[in-house]
């Protein structure tokens, strides 16, 4: 547990020393962002997949390959086809993840005024929880926070590129094609029940789909259950929440030019809490989408023009997220079997390996 808790515990104590010292901070963002690359990406044997991804890219990788059976994902497919086209070994999966994952991640944090709390409030779950164990999704996330640029630019057509390309590595990043009518313009009351109502087609479309009756059996029709779930999308419900009845005013005479990017963002993680009951998991895949925002939003707590309470405020999501990690490390199953003991390959494979490569 100390070797995952003791970089955030450094990362917060960091921010707080450094906080009047921006051009300091601009330039630690800088090394943070290389050490958990390199934390990410040249683990070894660490993270619930490992052998799930093992299995992938030896099936890529046999004879008897036929990529007819590869339907869903094809941009998951293709990349670990072409690492093992290009004799690389399998821990090179991960190296290619963190790439894009953390190329998406920067694209994001480059807009915020402070990039080291930006990065440094995406450690605990998305950066551990989920770069380090759900390789496809978190390659999605990494395009979505890009798609997430492109909805703050309005940009209506890159938003959809960026979207369309984040579903070749998970199909749940589809769901981000509902906000399409919404990127273009200013938005009101007016235009999101016109957004709405114009979703329900793309809502029917999705819910069709192969992806969604997977995930209905395998979720929904089950009693499988994420564990930290709960924890982890009220967390999100709740900031979304706060974000609402405290800072939704202040935030629009700060940055009137993201507001709205924002609002819907808040209103998306406020949505989560109506998926808890159908399947956890679900809901906490698609929570994970939205911690990102959710960033965004903690890490400019400081400069909003509130009063007194502004320092109460910034310390709060610290503390909460610090609790929430601390309580997941120490309650999960999956994080003593997936996450412990840490080992990395930098310095060369591991005497000792539960799947030899």
């Known amino acids: 547990m100390i070797v995952y808790l003791l970089p955030f515990v450094a990362l917060m104590l ?17 090394i943070i962002m290389a050490a958990m690359f390199l934390f990410v990406a040249f683990r070894f044997e660490v993270g619930c997949d490992w052998s799930g991804y093992l299995n992938h890219f030896e099936i890529v990788g046999s004879p008897s390959y036929d990529r007819s059976i590869v339907r869903r994902d094809p941009g998951w497919w293709l990349m670990i086809e072409t690492i093992g086209a290009a004799g690389l070994p399998y821990p ?8 894009i994952f953390f190329a998406g ?11 080291f709390a930006f990065l440094a409030f995406l450690y605990p779950v998305l950066v551990v929880n ?18 997430f640029t492109a909805m703050m630019d309005r940009r209506v057509v890159r938003f959809g590129i960026w979207v369309g390309l984040a579903s070749l590595f998970h ?33 029917v479309f999705l819910w069709s789909g192969e992806a969604v009756a997977i995930a209905t059996a395998r979720y929904v029709d089950t009693d499988l259950v994420a564990q930290g779930a709960i924890f982890r999308v009220m967390f999100i419900v709740l900031s979304g929440l706060a974000f ?38 679900i809901a906490d895949r698609l929570a994970y989408y939205l911690v990102p925002v959710q960033a965004v939003i903690f890490a400019r707590i400081p400069y909003l023009p509130t009063r007194d309470s502004r320092r109460v405020l910034a310390t709060v999501p610290w503390v909460a997220l610090l609790a ?3 309580v997941w490390m120490a309650t999960s199953d999956h994080f003593e079997q997936c996450f412990v003991p840490y080992q990395t390959w930098i310095g060369g ?4 390996q539960r799947f030899p490569l």
Not at 105 to 115: E, N, S
Not at 132 to 144: D, F, K, P, T
Not at 258 to 271: E, P, Q
């Open 14 to 30: 960091l921010r707080w020393g450094i906080a009047p010292y921006h051009r300091l901070r601009d330039q630690l963002y800088w």
């Open 92 to 99: 090179f999966v991960n190296v290619a993840t963190a790439i």
């Open 105 to 115: 991640v920067h694209a994001l944090a480059r807009r915020q005024p402070d990039p």
């Open 130 to 147: 989920m770069s380090m164990g759900a390789l496809r999704q978190a390659i999605a996330i990494g395009l979505v926070c890009v798609a």
């Open 171 to 203: 199909q749940s990043a589809l769901i981000f094609a509902l906000l399409l009518p919404l990127v273009g313009g200013r938005y009101n009351w007016t235009r999101l029940a016109m957004a709405a109502l114009l979703a329900i087609p793309g809502i």
């Open 244 to 281: 609402r009845l405290f800072l939704r005013s202040a935030w629009k005479r700060a940055w009137p030019e993201d507001y709205d990017f924002v609002l819907i963002g808040s209103l998306g993680m406020m949505a989560m809490v109506a998926i808890l009951p159908v399947s956890t998991v």
């Open 324 to 326: 929430l990690f601390v």
């Open 349 to 352: 494979y591991p005497d000792v």
